[in-house]
């Protein structure tokens, strides 16, 4: 059996990467790691190419925060591996598992005493005089921003090719059930169980109070053109790809045809972590 080992080579992470490798190798599991997190952590291991690990891993594992497993999940998405996230950042809210419970969690991986939860992902298109110019997913969510930090943008709303709103904002938020807890519920959108598979259309900041966020089918295809004429607007996947947006131009999105298939613990629920990472329903201050 073989695993992919995605970690952000940075900081004090040498040690954590050290013990995990002691612990696959115990139980008979080859590491797969890239190059350049052997070479700037300077680990005695083989190293691997994106591609290698893409045709060998069995399953993932990802040390880090958030953003290092939306980095797994861009490099494998078009695989169905199974991925253990180990928060080593901050909130980690995909991140399921702790590292001081890594043997363990291996072990129950390895045993099938786990749970494999499918989440849904994203697809944007960014559409520039009718020509497809760029095609990324997202598993938290796909972003419209302005560029100028004191200018709004207009934009108009679009669902299964019927217009719906035209409104002016700092830009609209477009996510999953994943993503509802992250940039999304900054901008006051809901927060959705990650089981339903659905689609979150959020406006950033809109100029009218009657703007609100709206939660629509999974076959739902939602575009958004920007109205603005000479404005500089980025649209952004996962917060870790941007791409500039023309004044005219359309996101389109829509569901994946690809899912991330998380590997999570049977002792914890989606509300447990909702107490832990958000304090949701803590004594008021």
Known sequence: MKAALIVKPKGEVKQQVEYA??????YNIIPLMENETVE???????????????NMADFVIVLGGDGTLLYA????????????????????????HHMEDFEQVIKSYIENKVIIQRRMK?????IDNDIKIYEEDALNEIVINK??????????????????????????????????????ISAGGPIVHPDLDTIILSPICPHALNIRPIVLPKSSTVAIRVETPNVECYATFDGQI??????????????????????VSPNRNYYSILRDKLGWGGMPC
Do not use: C, H, Q, W
């Open 21 to 26: 490798v002691s612990v696959l190798e115990k």
């Open 40 to 54: 700037r952590l300077i680990l005695n291991a083989k190293s691997y190419t994106i591609t290698e690990m893409r």
């Open 73 to 96: 999940s861009r490099i494998f998405r078009f695989l169905s591996v199974p991925i253990l996230g180990f928060n080593l950042g901050r909130l980690g809210f995909i991140m399921e």
């Open 147 to 184: 560029g100028a930090p004191s200018r709004m943008i207009e934009l108009s709303i679009y669902i299964d090719n019927n217009f719906v709103t035209r409104y002016r904002s700092d830009g609209a938020i477009i996510s999953t059930p994943t993503g509802s807890t992250g940039y999304t």
């Open 122 to 126: 994203l697809s944007g298109e960014i």
């Open 242 to 263: 941007v791409r500039p947006f023309a004044s005219g131009s359309i996101l389109k999105v829509t569901k994946s045809t690809g899912d991330l298939n998380l590997v």
